[in-house]
């Protein structure tokens, strides 16, 4: 998989570790039990960003949700659980390492999937209601698409022998200009993205449209000034146009919130953590929140005369 394994090489092969059989970890998603357990499954971008690079001061939660919650690294998964920790919709845990995909010689998602779907993950021994798979992979080459077509077959059918828990996949995004962004062709993303969504419209399963947030949000922020300042992968003075920044990180988490049913008064863009202007995360929680397409868990009615404002 050249794409995902160049934009993790080049991003220093960040790692978050998956369980193995033996270890012995706290129990996943802490907190309180009669919430449901989410867990995402990804790559270098849920692995998260190095929050000294990014100009974060992020500092772990006392106790941890869960043990993957790494020191010195940030995702949108842990700005989602700070976003959503003081009403929270359900119990957040992550499963990631860089360089891994789900598909060829860096299939580690799919084990990771495999393990999670058959309770095999050493510290976590319950289903959880929603897998999230996130995973960068730009295929070159019309057999590794098809092989990233089979692969997700293949985590789909692990899935159907679990009803209770809901599978989600997600497409692919880049953001233009960026140092390992413009090394990927735009008709080879396109293309990766084609098959993502044919078969997930085949198996009937929910797919988190990435790429199609990312474009939506390109076309919001494109006069705003600074430029760099609503840049999605800036982190510093590094803009790679693939590993989410501080604002990548704050809106890739509003996405898979308003996804996965969290209402707008349920995330708090406030929340000191996400390391933004106050002004700038409600101006992009309105937005993602504005957008009227139907979620893989459908959001709570507005009240009438309370309804968000057109993007």
């Given amino acids: 998989m050249p794409g995902a394994f160049l934009a993790a090489a080049a991003a220093a092969l960040l790692v978050c570790p998956m369980a193995s059989a033996g270890e012995s970890a706290p129990a996943a998603g802490g907190g309180d039990k009669s919430k449901p357990l989410a867990i995402f499954v990804g790559d270098s971008i849920t692995v998260g960003t190095n929050v000294e690079a990014a100009g974060l001061k992020y500092k772990l939660p006392d106790p941890l949700p869960t043990p993957r919650f790494t020191a010195g690294r940030y995702s949108y998964v842990e700005a989602l659980y700070e976003a959503t920790r003081a009403k929270p919709a359900f119990r957040i845990d992550k499963n990631c390492s860089g360089g891994q995909g789900i598909s060829g010689q860096y299939s580690g998602l799919k084990i990771a999937c495999r393990q999670i779907f058959e309770k095999r993950w050493a510290d976590v021994k319950e289903l959880p209601a929603f897998l999230v798979l996130q995973d960068f992979e730009v295929q070159t080459t019309d057999a590794d698409r098809k092989a990233n077509g089979d692969a997700l077959r293949e985590i789909a059918a692990m899935a159907a022998k679990v009803p209770q828990v809901k599978f989600v996949a997600s497409t692919v995004a880049t953001e233009p200009g960026g140092m390992w962004s413009a090394t990927f062709k735009p008709e080879d993303i396109k293309a990766t993205n084609e098959t993502l969504i044919k078969t997930a419209e085949e198996l009937k399963l929910p797919l988190i449209r990435l790429d199609t947030a990312w474009e939506r949000y390109f076309e919001f922020a494109k006069d705003k000034k600074p430029a760099a300042a609503w840049r999605l992968t800036q982190v510093g003075k590094l803009y790679d146009g693939v590993h989410p920044g501080p604002v990548g990180i704050l809106f890739q988490a509003l996405v898979f919130a308003r996804e ?12 000191a953590s996400l390391g933004l202007p106050k002004e700038q995360t409600a ?13 893989v868990v459908p959001l709570p009615e507005a009240p009438k005369g309370n309804e968000p404002a057109k993007p």
């Fill in 283 to 295: 101006e992009i929680k309105k937005f993602v929140y504005s957008w009227k397409e139907p979620t």
């Fill in 260 to 271: 996965l049913g969290v209402p707008a008064e349920g995330f708090d863009e406030n929340a």
